[in-house]
Nanobody, 121 residues
Framework: QLQACGGGLVQAGGSLRLSCAAS????????MGWFRQGPGKERDFVAS???????DYADSVKGRFTISRDNAKNTVYLQMNSLKPEDTAIYYC?????????????????WGQGTEVTVSS
């Protein structure tokens, strides 16, 4: 029900845009979020978007990443600029059946497969 793509290898300072396509029912009802899991690390919150649209970001990506949604395509995007080596991780999109801020992994109901982002120095 969630399909993420757009990862790849990029040099530090570069940009990538991740996409996550959702089924129509999920997309219109749910908060959509992005999480990431770096090597040997926990899966951490990156950004979320819900009705409004209203957005929320982790402090580590504020000013560099932008989450957005295209309602016509049932797709949520994560535009990542000024990438750093510490942004290297597998990125996951997720959906939560309640509109509103949610930065904790356990609050999300559906998960897509990850897409890998590698930032070289």
């Amino acid at each position: 029900q969630l399909q993420a793509c757009g990862g790849g290898l990029v040099q530090a300072g570069g940009s990538l845009r991740l996409s996550c396509a959702a089924s129509r029912d999920i997309f219109k009802m749910y908060t959509m979020g992005w999480f990431r899991q770096g090597p040997g690390k926990e899966r951490d919150f990156v950004a979320s978007i819900w009705s409004g649209p209203t957005t929320d970001y982790a402090d580590s990506v504020k000013g560099r990443f932008t989450i957005s949604r295209d309602n016509a395509k049932n797709t949520v995007y994560l535009q990542m600029n000024s990438l750093k080596p510490e942004d290297t991780a597998i990125y996951y999109c997720a959906a939560r059946a309640i509109h509103g801020p949610a930065t904790t992994r356990v609050l999300y109901d559906y998960w897509g497969q990850g897409t890998e982002v590698t930032v070289s120095s």
